[in-house]
């Protein structure tokens, strides 16, 4: 419950499930430790929840706990990640969609001011992770590449240890490939780290109204720094994947509940998915108001 994502959106599913369900809605915080969310998903079944929706690191660990929840009758899905060999459904951000527009995007965008330079593209990320996998590399690079099939791609580097081991990895990067120029910095960690490489090897800008000279970043997780850095600077971090907390708390609910009351199957065959909104923020195609107008709905904020 650290990130303010996660805080968002349980306070958004505590007040949607009491406004439409009449529900109480509780948090078990998993405080990043993987060891305490499976002793918090064995809390359901004894705590005699009725529903719960999880999203946890060690699926393994975690299954005898969901077990004993799905005997007891307990509705259960799981978030961003299915649990394989349960059957239960998944709730994911239409994070594919959007990470694909972004790639167009910016290939679109790098075409028209760099026609003469090819694109040569790179992902900071985790290359392993199945879900970032499916729903931010490839259809990043299939975006690119709906735009110029013959685009290089140097792959999805690891960057789990995460900020500063991604500045480094950009700074190698730009010494041994300097003609990268469309990079995917698949988390807000990293892109932090990636702008602070990408200035300390005299890159990371972008010319006047946005017109990429070195290179353009896309990332994930928007909020008020990138806004800034987005619409109010030069930097060249010109795109993101927002994902919403009210939309994203409020399907979570909705799926559980839809189990409940028998909408949709408690166990399938494979673990069905379900889709919450993600939204692209972008300086070329939204504006500034709305990129705005958007964060202070989602997140409960002032910002002006």
């Known amino acids: 419950m650290r990130e303010t994502f996660h805080q968002a959106q349980y306070a958004e599913a505590k007040k949607y499930g009491k406004d439409k369900y009449g529900a109480e809605v509780i948090a078990f915080d998993g405080k990043g430790d993987s060891s305490v969310m499976t002793a918090n998903v064995d809390q359901i079944a004894a705590q005699g929840l009725d529903a719960a929706t999880l999203h946890i690191w060690d699926n393994e660990a975690a299954m005898p706990g969901i077990k004993a929840a799905l005997d007891k009758g307990i509705a259960m899905a799981s978030f961003f990640s299915p649990v394989p060999g349960t059957g239960i459904p998944v709730v994911r951000n239409d994070e594919a969609g959007v990470s694909e527009a972004m790639g167009k995007e910016m290939a679109e965008q790098w075409k028209s001011a760099n026609p003469n330079k090819p694109i040569v593209m790179v992902q900071l990320g985790w290359p392993n992770h199945t879900e970032v996998k499916s729903g931010r590399t490839d259809p990043f690079v299939k975006g690119v590449k709906s735009v110029d099939p013959s685009a290089t791609d140097l792959g999805c580097i690891d960057s789990s240890a995460g900020e500063d081991a991604a500045k480094q990895i950009i700074k190698d990067l730009c010494t041994q490939h300097p003609e990268i120029n469309l990079i995917y910095a698949e988390s807000g960690g990293i892109a932090r ?42 930097s060249s971090l010109k795109e993101s994947l927002a994902l919403p907390p009210i939309e994203t708390g409020d399907t979570r609910i909705d799926v559980l509940m839809d189990i409940i009351n028998g909408k949709i199957k408690q166990i399938e065959s ?29 997140f409960g904020l002032s910002l002006s």
């Open 193 to 234: 780290g990636v702008l602070a490489g990408l200035n300390e090897a005299g890159r990371g800008k972008v010319g006047p109204d946005g017109k990429p000279t070195t290179e353009l970043v896309a990332t994930c997780d928007f909020d008020e720094v990138q806004l800034k850095q987005m619409f109010d600077s030069d």
């Open 270 to 298: 494979t673990e069905k998915e379900y889709i919450a909104k993600a939204y692209q923020m972008s300086f070329y195609s939204t504006t500034r108001a709305d990129a705005l107008g958007w964060l202070n709905k989602q």
